[in-house]
């Protein structure tokens, strides 16, 4: 837990095996020329990037923290992500919490249990015209 160099070895294991070795190659290829990356590569880089980014301070840790500044923050995560996980688990700070968080730590196992995708899904499906066009290159999924 404290080995901060495994953990960020294991974290980039994690990370270049979720981007996949088509996206590895193509960066060793083009590194420093963005423009001439296909758009398999663009899509999965913005993927993982909201995806990691947005993981971290979706998870509202960052508001349950301002809402409670004076829990530990390490615990307010805990509470976060097992909210959000529907997994039962918590480390006794429930109680504790101010009313706003409570209020998070409600919606997080409400959008846990309904899921995200079906959430979002109902929440912005709105009969619009449509503003897109198909994209013009293949995309890779798998």
């Known amino acids: ?24 190659f193509e960066l060793r290829r083009a590194w420093r020329r963005p423009r001439e990356w296909s758009l398999h590569t663009k899509v999965t880089l913005a993927t993982t990037a909201l995806l990691l980014f947005g993981g971290a301070v979706g998870t509202a840790t960052f508001l349950l923290t301002w809402f409670d500044p004076n829990l530990p923050a390490v615990d307010l995560l805990f509470e976060a992500a097992s909210a959000f996980g529907t997994v039962g688990m918590s480390t006794g700070l429930t109680p504790e919490l101010s009313a706003p968080s409570r209020v998070l730590i409600i919606v997080l196992m409400f959008v846990g249990r309904v899921g995200p995708i079906t959430f979002g899904t109902a929440v912005l499906l709105r009969p619009q015209q449509q503003r897109y066009g198909y994209a013009s290159e293949g995309l890779t999924v798998g």
Request: charged share 5%.
């Open 1 to 24: 837990m404290g080995d901060w160099y495994l953990n960020l070895v294991v974290v980039a294991a994690f990370i270049v095996g979720g981007i996949g070795f088509p996206v590895v």
